[in-house]
């Protein structure tokens, strides 16, 4: 079974920094992309930033110079570095894996538990 354990999640003040992290475990088909949702209390979640095995990323434009995601393909985990954050990054973040199941070739998201990312004003 997959599992995606998330970590780094907190309080911050505006103009500051967190680093996300996701780990996922289990049998993961080697070619995949990983990436970061969020959704905020009134919004629709949203993508955040996505990263294949590759190293090809996507950013929401409204992260796009502030925000970083990176991956270990080795450990199977993904990182956000999130810099110069502002009240409406406010949200649960959840980490995302998109995969095929090896099996039967059939494509297959996996959820993190959800991290809370506060950022006071």
């Known amino acids: 079974q997959v599992q995606l354990v998330e970590s780094g999640g907190g309080l911050v003040q505006a103009g500051g920094s967190l680093r996300l992290s996701c780990a996922a475990s289990?049998?993961?088909?080697?070619?995949?992309?990983m990436g970061w949702y969020r959704q905020a209390p009134g919004k629709q979640r949203e993508l955040v930033a996505g990263?294949?095995?590759?190293?090809?990323?996507n950013y929401a434009d409204s992260v796009k110079g502030r925000f970083t995601i990176s991956r270990d393909n080795a450990k199977n985990t993904v990182y956000l570095q999130m810099n110069s954050l502002k009240p409406e990054d406010t949200a649960v973040y959840y980490c995302n894996l998109h995969t095929i199941v090896a099996g039967t070739l059939r494509p297959r998201d996996y959820w993190g538990q959800g991290t809370q990312v506060t950022v006071s004003s």
């Open positions: 289990g049998n993961i088909f080697s070619i995949n992309t």
């Open positions: 990263i294949t095995t590759g190293g090809t990323t």
